[in-house]
Structures are given as structure tokens and as C-alpha cells.
């Protein structure tokens, strides 16, 4: 099984290189070899677990509480203006 | 007597007694990391100067009266993963990404710990993103295995075990997804719990796979985990999965009498194992048996195909915990990601894709439901399972390097536990011929927590294993 390397690199937002293409394309091809044994397991008529908890609809009571102020939580960017995240745009005009 | 080598147990009952102060505990601590961090680089960062303001901080508290009943860890040196968030203190979960990422909060467990009284020597190493299972994909260099510095401290939590079995710390904070804190302890010769998923916070730690990420304690012995993990465990309003259900003491059964209880071990855990690892599991089981416990064979799904379940759950959710890491809001940008984290991404990414889901993620999530099935039919002959923690003992430098399955080979027998949510325990049962460390684990049914540690120190309190020291 080959994937597309480039398509999937573009999906996922990741610049990838000509030389990474090749080596990620053989590796990723070996791991899917692996996990086609997969196969081997009947699992007609088995629903899938997507969690082990038992837990569901889990909500918390809507009250406002202190959270980090303007200047906490833009003390880790790069790029701010005027107290807002600053980003690329994304539509051209 | 150095400090640094001491229990969570014994360092409580020093200071207690005033034979020494935390900042003297902490010193010894610092300066053991001084002498040992050029050979097994266990730390990303080591954060003395605040170390030493939070023990003067506690022996202040102490004096003023503050107890170790109300604070049960005050002053007691810690060495944190890597991956956990620490307000005002870089955190990197071993990524250049997070290169620069200094967290404006702490993870859950963290909070609950300083509120305990620990002292916070630094952050260890891990593969980076936690991706991986000897720290040969951390961007800050690889730890080495304190009992033979030219093997693998296995991981991901490598640089935790490593920081134990080196005594830098007294006690050490990882997280498992599948086998990140049973395998590294193993090959480091330490205790390693993984608690039942949902039994402790995830809130704060750098997410790697949602449906199973575990944070636990890396300790020297099997009663410093009882204590932290009643320091650890409970329901979070920050993490929705976290279980409302009522905590146990687990120091207070501990040393409750196992005879009559039931262990079972399965063929499918042993097929695949060095004969070193057989020899010392087998060894184990006996010592076990004399203590009165009924020893009963089980079958168990095969271990390998839980390896292909757990390659797609956690690259499925690898691609999708790793989209936030854009490097607007904080750290870089996606260009900094290294090969691991890439495949890791790219793989998820397809299987999750239009056309693949079917074929690869939801099979994977019916496959993962055999697996539950399986366990709950087990626990129905049986209390606990006992088997090898690794397929080997700790393999050398450079075993990892370009082989895109190697972390989830090393895991084969944790996988099984991690994918069904149960908590296990990584116990040291001795070592090779070539001295490296070999570990057993308890797996329980889920919220067995108290079993699990019961049993591990009971067998701890038998042998004398734990009390062996690598040389460094």
C-alpha cells in the first residue's frame, strides 16, 4: 500500500522536502504492511470503543470564573498587535 | 548516607526528625544532577535556583508549624516530565516547537503536587511529543540508560526513570499512553505505576493520544507510588474524562496479606521474550507463589495484534492533538517538527481520511473492543495478571534510529493494559547476565489501583531487589 505522500503532507499542514517525500513514502508504506493484520480479527458484529470510561454527556456548571488575563495568554506569541494575536492573512483581496 | 538516594518514606522521616533540612535534601539532589547529567543527560532543564527558594520556602513552613499530614510531600525534590505544563518554567515535551514555551499555568498534577509541598528540581527528558520509547526522537539529545550508559533508558518517559534509578531526584512525575511509564522504569530498574485511565488528570500535559494518555509516578519503591497516587487521583473539572469515582487510601491497604489471591499468567505474554527476561519473570512468579498467591494459567488475546491497534488509535489521535501547533499563539511553527512526529502525523492524517476511516481507525476502534472484551473475561478467572514488562532488557544506543515501528515493538506487552484503560505496574525482579535491569507487571481490573500496589510491595518487601544501585 503506497500513500500520497505530498497530498496527506498537505492535509496535515506540514511542509515536507523532495528527500523526506521519498523516505516518509517507503516507511509509511511498512508500517500499513503492519497494521494490515488487522484483517486477521472478525470483528462482525463488533461495535468500536472509542473511549473506556463509561463516562458521557459529562458538563460542568456554566459559571464564570478568573481566567488568564489579555497579557497572559499573549505572553507566549510571537506576533501581536494592539493586545490581539497577530496572523498571516488567510483570504486574498 | 547520601540525601539523594533516599525514599519519599525515608526523606519524610528525616525531615520530621530535623536530621537534615530540605534545602540540605535539595543540594544533594542538585548535586547529584551536577555529577551524573554529562553522562545520562536525564534533564532538559534543571531549575536550581528556584529549587532551592521552593525547599527554604518548606523548611520555613516546617518551622512555622506546617505538617507533613496536612502537606504529605513538603520539601520532598521531584524531577517533572518534560510534557507536563509548570507555570513560569519552560516546558518542551522535548520539541524545538515548544522550544521557547514558557506555560502561564500548571497541568493538574502539578498543582496538586506543589500544593503537597514538592519541590520541583527540573523537567526530564522524553521522545519528543512522547512519540517513541528510548528518547532517541528527543530534539535535546538521548538519555542514557544510568545502569549501562551505552543502552537505551527506554521511554518515553526515559529521562523520569533515568533520574530515579541515578537517584537525581527522590521521586519522578511521567505519563503513559502505552508503556511511556511501565517500560522506561523497567529498563531503569524502578517502580513504575500507570493508573486506570481517567483515575488521574490530564489536564496541562502536552496531549499525545486523548483516548489514553496516563499520567503516574515513577518511584523507588512501591509505597512512594500508594502516596503520591493518593496525592494524584480524582475527578478534575478540567478534564471531563477524569472519574467521579471515590478515591481509595492506597497507603492503607498496602500491606494487607495476598494469600488466597488469584494471579493469572498467559502463554501469549511469554512467546516473545529474551531468555533473560523469561529466566527473572519465571524467578518472580515462585518467589509470588510462596506467598501463598494461586498461580492460574489464563489465555489472553495475542499481544502483537494489539500492536496494530495501537499504531492507527495513536497516530489517529497524534494528527489530530498535533493540528494546534501552528506557532501563532505560542512556541514555532510546524516546520520545526522532526521525522517522528511527522510519520507519526502523515500516518494518522490518511487513516483518518475520506475512503480510509473504515478500513484502518474503525476497525482499529472494533479491534480495541475484543481487546476489553478479552481483559473482562480474564478478570473473571482472576484478580490480577502478572507478565513481562518487556519484551527485552534495556537494547543498545541507536536501536530505534530509522525503524518507524520500534516503539511499538518494544511495547508489545504494555499495549494490551493501555488500549483497555487498566491500570499496571512495573516491579524490579532483578537483573541479566550482563546487569541491566529486568521488571514484571501486575495489570488489574480498572480502579484496581490498591490491588496492584499491594501485591507489587508485598513481593517488593520478599526480595531485595530495589535495594540494588547501578554504578555511575
Known amino acids: 500500500m503506497k500513500i500520497n505522500v505530498f497530498h496527506v503532507a498537505k492535509l496535515a499542514n506540514l511542509p515536507l522536502t523532495e528527500e523526506e517525500k521519498k523516505k516518509f513514502e517507503k516507511q509509511l508504506a511498512e508500517t500499513l504492511d503492519y497494521v494490515a493484520q488487522l484483517e486477521e480479527i472478525d470483528t462482525k458484529g463488533v461495535e468500536p470503543t472509542s473511549q473506556v470510561t463509561g463516562l458521557e454527556n459529562v458538563t460542568r456548571e456554566d459559571v464564570a470564573k478568573p481566567s488568564f488575563s489579555q497579557e497572559e495568554a499573549l505572553s507566549n506569541t510571537k506576533s501581536k498587535h494592539n493586545g490581539f494575536f497577530k496572523v498571516k492573512a488567510i483570504l486574498e483581496v | ?472
Open chain 2, 1 to 472: 548516607m547520601n540525601l539523594n538516594t533516599l525514599t519519599i518514606t525515608q526523606a519524610k522521616e528525616g525531615l520530621k526528625e530535623k536530621k537534615f533540612s530540605s534545602v540540605e535534601l535539595t543540594k544533594a539532589c542538585l548535586e547529584r544532577i551536577k555529577n551524573v547529567e554529562p553522562k545520562i543527560n536525564a534533564f532538559v532543564t534543571v531549575s536550581e535556583k528556584e529549587a532551592i527558594e521552593q525547599a527554604d520556602k518548606a523548611d520555613k513552613l516546617a518551622s512555622q508549624g506546617e505538617t507533613l499530614q496536612d502537606k504529605p510531600l513538603l520539601g520532598i525534590p521531584f524531577s517533572v516530565k518534560d510534557n507536563f505544563c509548570t507555570k513560569g518554567m519552560r516546558t518542551t515535551a522535548s520539541s524545538k516547537v515548544l522550544d521557547d514555551f514558557i506555560p502561564p499555568y500548571d497541568a493538574t498534577v502539578v498543582a496538586k503536587l506543589k500544593e503537597a509541598g514538592m519541590v520541583i528540581l527540573g523537567k526530564t527528558n522524553l521522545d519528543a511529543w512522547a512519540h517513541g520509547s528510548s528518547t532517541e526522537t528527543s530534539d535535546y539529545g538521548t538519555t542514557k540508560n544510568p545502569w549501562n550508559i551505552k543502552h537505551l533508558p527506554g521511554g518515553s518517559s526515559g529521562g523520569a526513570a533515568a533520574s530515579i534509578a541515578a537517584d537525581e531526584a527522590i521521586a519522578a512525575i511521567g505519563s503513559e499512553t502505552a508503556g511511556s511509564i511501565r517500560q522506561p522504569s523497567d529498563w531503569c530498574g524502578v517502580v513504575g505505576l500507570k493508573p486506570t485511565y481517567g483515575r488521574v488528570s490530564r489536564y496541562g500535559v502536552v496531549a499525545m493520544a486523548s483516548s489514553l494518555d496516563s499520567p503516574g509516578p515513577i518511584t523507588k519503591r512501591v509505597e512512594d507510588a500508594a502516596l503520591i497516587l493518593n496525592i494524584l487521583a480524582g475527578k478534575d473539572t478540567y478534564d471531563a474524562t477524569t472519574s467521579p469515582k471515590p478515591v481509595d487510601d492506597y497507603l492503607a491497604t498496602i500491606k494487607n496479606n495476598i494469600q488466597g489471591i488469584k494471579i493469572g499468567i498467559a502463554d501469549e505474554y511469554f512467546d516473545d521474550i529474551t531468555e533473560q527476561v523469561r529466566k527473572k519473570v519465571l524467578e518472580a512468579i515462585k518467589v509470588i507463589e510462596k506467598m501463598g498467591v494461586k498461580i492460574i494459567k489464563i489465555k489472553l488475546f495475542p499481544p502483537k495484534y494489539t500492536i496494530a491497534v495501537y499504531t492507527i488509535l495513536q497516530r489517529a489521535e497524534v494528527s489530530s492533538n498535533l493540528a494546534r501547533y501552528d506557532g501563532i499563539r505560542f512556541g514555532n511553527d510546524r516546520s520545526f517538527f522532526a521525522d517522528e512526529a511527522k510519520r507519526r502525523i502523515m500516518l494518522g492524517t490518511y487513516a483518518l481520511s475520506a475512503g480510509y476511516y473504515d478500513q484502518y481507525y474503525n476497525k482499529a476502534q472494533k479491534v480495541r473492543t475484543v481487546i476489553v472484551n478479552d481483559f473482562n473475561k480474564a478478570f473473571k478467572e482472576v484478580d490480577v495478571i502478572l507478565a513481562p514488562t518487556n519484551p527485552w532488557t534495556a537494547l543498545p544506543l541507536g536501536a530505534s534510529k530509522d525503524n518507524p515501528m520500534y516503539g511499538e515493538m518494544a511495547d508489545a506487552l504494555v499495549e494490551p493494559s493501555s488500549i483497555a484503560g487498566l491500570p499496571g505496574i512495573n516491579v524490579p525482579c532483578g537483573l541479566s547476565n550482563i546487569g541491566l535491569p529486568v521488571g514484571f507487571q501486575l495489570i488489574g481490573p480498572q480502579f484496581s489501583e490498591s490491588l496492584i500496589l499491594n501485591i507489587a510491595y508485598q513481593y517488593e518487601q520478599t526480595t531485595q531487589w530495589h535495594k540494588l544501585k547501578p554504578k555511575l
